[in-house]
């Protein structure tokens, strides 16, 4: 029988503590091959010590380790018969999913080269074959393949990138420049399918089908000629990946890169091959958690040991996440086009100081509800998911979700179902409220979207047409039915003007399900359900009113614990507690010993206006890069956390002052007076400025 990972050896070696300290910028782009990576690594590691971020990091990394322990072990709690169970579900999945393979179509995904360096560079020829970068000390968007070499590379913060590369040169973001080079390379993709789907704004996904078959011409030369074109219409060059489908030609477009293509031919065999030695990394959506989760807790590092390990898949994970690992395994993915354009989200939020007192925060809720509805109609949208985030007083990040059964769009329905997330987090002192409303009821193909309907994307991806998870969902009947499962692509891809990246593109399913988004949400659904089942919630209602209305095996605290769970998973602050209380553990069948990948794309959301742009520095960033994003997120967590323990400090000294001038004898004020007045202006510099992203890494004993 298949055997779970073996033991890891012992412990990293505690001499060289930069190995294990790994972050998304000491993970290889394209260009980085020749890198030597320890010494980044070192780099980055000494640099970061010390700081609110690495001590972030080093949270998630103790969360993550916990969580291979923990499932390492109910590995090795399974039975031979649990074991020849699950290898039967695994084998039956396999069959399934295999079946469902589509090799009829040719997808190109294109993504150009150092996308921002080469426009600069096309700028300004002076920084042709010079270590450049695109941002600022803070951050940078990307780098040139110069620049990589030195291990330099996008999402990194510039004083890293210039400690690898002191030579590095900064030319700072401009977006409208790159906007107009994006648009030129779409009028090429237009050429090639009308229909292509933009993913950012420097890469696409074409089906080249039809352009193949009519100009008779192979998808390798379509891929050249196409390449050319951008390179005619821009000047600058772009790489292609062409394959059965989307997932497999994104991981094709990075293999030549810069100014190359790599074809996979559209039979199985091919595929197969090709996946059989893939490291999972390279898939789209697996990211640092799961591949060490993967590799930690099943010895899982390339795509085919995704169905060697399958019986363990699916005992410890959700179907839909077990259906997407092995889809990997087998290179299934998708190759359908969606037809319509899907806007994802609306929301909005508002900060103020930190007060626990109830009414002021109705009234802030009141003045939201009023916002998002009125930003609502003015779009004409209706939703069904309204998420509410707060903040609390010391910078706690939490998300409470409801989906309901019936779309709304109204003030008073909004701030109904914004009360009652609210009243069961009360009483709490919060500096921050927002709301998000999602899964909008916009038209497809002239119908309206039917939130009941299960996709064919769907189908293949979450199971058969009887799904299981959809009926264990509606038979609830609370306020919530489908929607978390109904994880659909069509939903989040930007196909119709090409002009934004405001959806998620690139297989957005893919890391959706990697969250165990879908299970999670069938908890929240299963308690959101209770909170709309109990209309006469009183404003102050507890977490334990709120869950009164019993539901098998639902504590109250796990409402609170799993709903945390659905958006904070990935701050680790409740994921421990998540482990013990999953309510529905004992009502599942065949995946209870699932478990959450944390999420990145969940906690973070708010944090991006339109889902793209940063709503705290301004910076770009698509939704696809969803690892990049939760990276700047955590760097805002760690300057807010930074800045709030300079304030502490301020404070702290000033009140030390106060009581100290208190004691003091009338006969020294003067003197007193002079030299606190000195001390205060110079304690008052130093607290109440803001603070810049680096000072993170600055240890903190040398900040205060
Ligand atoms: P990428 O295609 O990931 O990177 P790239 O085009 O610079 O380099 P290559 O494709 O050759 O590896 O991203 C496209 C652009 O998106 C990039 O030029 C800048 C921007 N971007 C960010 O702003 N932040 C990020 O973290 C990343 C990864 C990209
Ligand atoms: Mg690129």
């Given at each position: 029988?298949?055997?779970?990972?073996?033991?890891?050896?012992?412990?990293?070696?505690?001499?060289?503590?930069?190995?294990?300290?790994?972050?998304?910028?000491?993970?290889?782009?394209?260009?980085?091959?020749?890198?030597?990576?320890?010494?980044?690594?070192?780099?980055?590691?000494?640099?970061?010590?010390?700081?609110?971020?690495?001590?972030?990091?080093?949270?998630?990394?103790?969360?993550?380790?916990?969580?291979?322990?923990?499932?390492?072990?109910?590995?090795?709690?399974?039975?031979?018969?649990?074991?020849?169970?699950?290898?039967?579900?695994?084998?039956?999945?396999?069959?399934?999913?295999?079946?469902?393979?589509?090799?009829?179509?040719?997808?190109?995904?294109?993504?150009?080269?150092?996308?921002?360096?080469?426009?600069?560079?096309?700028?300004?020829?002076?920084?042709?074959?010079?270590?450049?970068?695109?941002?600022?000390?803070?951050?940078?968007?990307?780098?040139?393949?110069?620049?990589?070499?030195?291990?330099?590379?996008?999402?990194?913060?510039?004083?890293?990138?210039?400690?690898?590369?002191?030579?590095?040169?900064?030319?700072?973001?401009?977006?409208?420049?790159?906007?107009?080079?994006?648009?030129?390379?779409?009028?090429?993709?237009?050429?090639?399918?009308?229909?292509?789907?933009?993913?950012?704004?420097?890469?696409?996904?074409?089906?080249?089908?039809?352009?193949?078959?009519?100009?008779?011409?192979?998808?390798?030369?379509?891929?050249?000629?196409?390449?050319?074109?951008?390179?005619?219409?821009?000047?600058?060059?772009?790489?292609?990946?062409?394959?059965?489908?989307?997932?497999?030609?994104?991981?094709?477009?990075?293999?030549?890169?810069?100014?190359?293509?790599?074809?996979?031919?559209?039979?199985?065999?091919?595929?197969?091959?090709?996946?059989?030695?893939?490291?999972?990394?390279?898939?789209?959506?697996?990211?640092?958690?799961?591949?060490?989760?993967?590799?930690?807790?099943?010895?899982?590092?390339?795509?085919?040991?995704?169905?060697?390990?399958?019986?363990?898949?699916?005992?410890?994970?959700?179907?839909?996440?077990?259906?997407?690992?092995?889809?990997?395994?087998?290179?299934?993915?998708?190759?359908?086009?969606?037809?319509?354009r899907f806007r994802k989200s609306i929301?909005?939020?508002?900060?103020?100081?930190?007060?626990?007192?109830?009414?002021?925060?109705?009234?802030?809720?009141?003045?939201?509800?009023?916002?998002?509805?009125?930003?609502m109609?003015?779009e004409g949208l209706?939703g069904?998911?309204?998420?509410?985030?707060?903040?609390?007083?010391?910078?706690?990040?939490?998300?409470?979700?409801?989906?309901?059964?019936?779309?709304?769009?109204?003030?008073?329905?909004?701030?109904?179902?914004?009360?009652?997330?609210?009243?069961?987090?009360?009483?709490?002192?919060?500096?921050?409220?927002?709301?998000?409303m999602s899964?909008f009821?916009e038209?497809?193909?002239?119908?309206?979207?039917?939130?009941?309907?299960?996709?064919?994307?769907?189908?293949?991806?979450?199971?058969?047409?009887?799904?299981?998870?959809?009926?264990?969902?509606?038979?609830?009947?609370?306020?919530?039915?489908?929607?978390?499962?109904?994880?659909?692509?069509?939903n989040d891809?930007s196909?119709?003007?090409?002009?934004t990246?405001h959806y998620?593109?690139?297989?957005?399913?893919?890391?959706?399900?990697?969250?165990?988004?879908?299970?999670?949400?069938?908890?929240?659904?299963?308690?959101?359900?209770?909170?709309?089942?109990?209309?006469?919630?009183?404003?102050?209602?507890?977490?334990?009113?709120?869950?009164?209305?019993?539901?098998?095996?639902?504590?109250?605290?796990?409402?609170?614990?799993?709903?945390?769970?659905?958006?904070?998973?990935?701050?680790?602050?409740?994921?421990?507690?998540?482990?013990?209380?999953?309510?529905?553990?004992?009502?599942?069948?065949?995946?209870?010993?699932?478990?959450?990948?944390?999420?990145?794309?969940?906690?973070?959301?708010?944090?991006?206006?339109n889902d793209?742009?940063?709503?705290?520095?301004?910076?770009?960033?698509?939704?696809?890069?969803?690892?990049?994003?939760?990276?700047?997120?955590?760097?805002?967590?760690?300057?807010?956390?930074?800045?709030?323990?300079?304030?502490?400090?301020?404070?702290?000294?000033?009140?030390?002052?106060?009581?100290?001038?208190?004691?003091?004898?009338?006969?020294?004020?003067?003197?007193?007076?002079?030299?606190?007045?000195?001390?205060?202006?110079?304690?008052?510099?130093?607290?109440?400025?803001?603070?810049?992203?680096?000072?993170?890494?600055?240890?903190?004993?040398?900040?205060?």
């Amino acid at each position: 029988m298949e055997k779970a990972a073996a033991e890891p050896s012992a412990s990293a070696d505690s001499a060289r503590p930069w190995q294990s300290y790994t972050t998304v910028y000491t993970n290889a782009k394209a260009g980085m091959d020749g890198v030597d990576k320890e010494k980044v690594q070192r780099i980055v590691y000494e640099m970061s010590k010390g700081s609110k971020y690495f001590e972030n990091e080093e949270r998630k990394e103790t969360f993550i380790r916990q969580k291979i322990d923990n499932m390492r072990a109910r590995c090795a709690k399974l039975s031979a018969s649990d074991m020849s169970h699950y290898q039967m579900v695994a084998d039956k999945r396999i069959l399934e999913l295999e079946a469902t393979r589509d090799l009829s179509r040719i997808w190109l995904h294109v993504d150009m080269d150092a996308f921002y360096a080469a426009v600069e560079t096309l700028d300004n020829p002076s920084l042709r074959g010079r270590p450049m970068a695109v941002g600022g000390m803070s951050m940078i968007s990307t780098a040139n393949y110069e620049a990589r070499k030195f291990g330099v590379r996008a999402a990194m913060p510039g004083f890293i990138a210039r400690k690898l590369c002191p030579e590095l040169i900064f030319v700072p973001i401009d977006f409208k420049k790159y906007t107009y080079y994006s648009d030129l390379t779409r009028k090429v993709f237009q050429k090639y399918d009308p229909n292509f789907m933009a993913a950012s704004l420097d890469e696409a996904y074409l089906d080249i089908t039809e352009v193949c078959n009519e100009r008779d011409l192979t998808s390798g030369e379509i891929a050249e000629e196409l390449r050319t074109s951008v390179h005619e219409a821009t000047g600058l060059t772009c790489s292609a990946g062409v394959a059965p489908n989307r997932l497999l030609a994104k991981v094709c477009s990075d293999i030549n890169k810069p100014n190359g293509q790599f074809v996979l031919p559209s039979n199985r065999m091919a595929v197969m091959t090709f996946i059989s030695s893939l490291p999972i990394r390279k898939i789209g959506g697996i990211g640092k958690v799961t591949e060490h989760i993967l590799s930690g807790v099943f010895g899982i590092n390339t795509c085919e040991e995704m169905l060697q390990k399958g019986g363990f898949l699916c005992a410890l994970f959700s179907r839909s996440s077990a259906d997407f690992f092995l889809s990997v395994g087998l290179g299934v993915g998708k190759t359908d086009t969606p037809q319509v354009r899907f806007r994802k989200s609306i929301s909005n939020e508002r900060t103020f100081s930190a007060t626990d007192d109830s009414a002021l925060l109705y009234q802030k809720l009141a003045e939201l509800s009023e916002m998002l509805s009125i930003d609502m109609q003015k779009e004409g949208l209706s939703g069904r998911t309204l998420t509410l985030k707060l903040k609390t007083a010391s910078f706690e990040v939490r998300s409470r979700a409801v989906t309901m059964q019936k779309y709304i769009c109204s003030r008073e329905d909004i701030l109904n179902h914004a009360l009652k997330l609210l009243n069961a987090e009360l009483p709490l002192s919060l500096r921050l409220i927002g709301l998000r409303m999602s899964h909008f009821n916009e038209e497809k193909d002239g119908h309206l979207s039917d939130p009941t309907q299960k996709t064919l994307a769907n189908f293949i991806i979450s199971g058969d047409a009887s799904g299981k998870n959809v009926g264990e969902h509606s038979s609830l009947g609370s306020d919530t039915s489908d929607s978390h499962f109904m994880v659909d692509p069509e939903n989040d891809l930007s196909i119709d003007n090409h002009e934004t990246c405001h959806y998620v593109s690139e297989d957005p399913l893919d890391s959706n399900l990697l969250s165990d988004l879908d299970h999670c949400n069938f908890n929240l659904s299963k308690n959101s359900g209770k909170i709309d089942n109990n209309n006469e919630l009183p404003l102050n209602g507890s977490v334990d009113k709120v869950n009164a209305p019993n539901v098998v095996g639902c504590a109250p605290k796990s409402y609170q614990i799993e709903v945390s769970h659905l958006v904070e998973a990935d701050s680790f602050s409740f994921s421990e507690q998540c482990e013990s209380n999953r309510p529905d553990r004992a009502r599942r069948t065949n995946n209870d010993l699932d478990d959450g990948v944390p999420s990145s794309n969940q906690k973070e959301q708010f944090l991006w206006v339109n889902d793209y742009k940063c709503s705290l520095c301004g910076i770009e960033l698509p939704p696809n890069f969803v690892e990049e994003r939760q990276e700047h997120f955590d760097f805002h967590l760690a300057e807010k956390l930074q800045k709030e323990e300079s304030d502490n400090s301020r404070n702290l000294m000033l009140n030390q002052r106060f009581a100290q001038r208190d004691h003091t004898a009338s006969q020294r004020r003067h003197k007193r007076h002079k030299s606190s007045k000195k001390e205060g202006s110079k304690s008052s510099q130093k607290g109440s400025k803001h603070l810049p992203i680096d000072t993170f890494f600055v240890k903190s004993n040398q900040n205060f």
